[in-house]
């Protein structure tokens, strides 16, 4: 969720759980959420293998959640008075999960693109004969919608594809 407030809630109902897979992390976590300490979280949570950040053992349970925070922060408007923000705050995020693995990155882009998820596997003709009969006026992706995640396929592949690998994008 966009929302700070509601991913605390969620993030309290997590912790709950006392998962000795996530609770290790929880200032971490948190610092991700709140507005004021994201930036900083970002430069000192690393998530490359090669840190010892994250424990081996714990990456398969923790990802998910870090992978849900990163991708809310990278849609989340900055508001009108910060020009510039949200494409900042989007390559801040494409720099933080960098370090992920191609599986939690694949797990990010299913994210990101989950509203074409009906259409991705499609040839071009039953792509366009499933458009052609679900077309409706009113849940209809706006134009800006659109525009914005061809923008992020660019970024990630600008900043994760590598020269042959096919599976992420």
Not at 83 to 93: A, D, P, T, Y
Not at 123 to 129: H, N, V
């Amino acid at each position: 969720h966009k929302n700070p407030f509601i991913q605390k809630v969620a993030l309290d109902c997590i912790m709950k759980y006392k998962n000795k897979h996530i609770t290790p992390y929880k200032d971490q976590l948190y610092n991700l959420i709140d507005g004021k300490k994201f930036k900083g979280e970002l430069r000192t949570f690393k998530l490359g293998s090669d840190s010892d950040c994250i424990r081996a053992e714990d990456r398969d349970e923790l990802m998910p959640v870090v992978l849900r925070i990163a991708f809310s922060k990278m849609i989340t408007n900055t508001g009108i008075d910060k020009k510039g923000g949200s494409q900042m705050r989007r390559s801040l995020v494409m720099r933080f999960l960098s370090g992920c693995t191609e599986s939690e990155l694949i797990v990010f882009t299913d994210m990101a693109y989950r509203v074409f998820i009906d259409y991705i596997n499609l040839d071009i003709e039953s792509l366009s004969q499933k458009m052609n009969e679900s077309y409706k006026t009113l849940t209809t992706l706006a134009p800006k919608r659109l525009l914005g995640c061809l923008n992020l396929v660019d970024n990630m592949r600008e900043q994760f594809v590598k020269p042959g690998e096919s599976q992420l994008l």
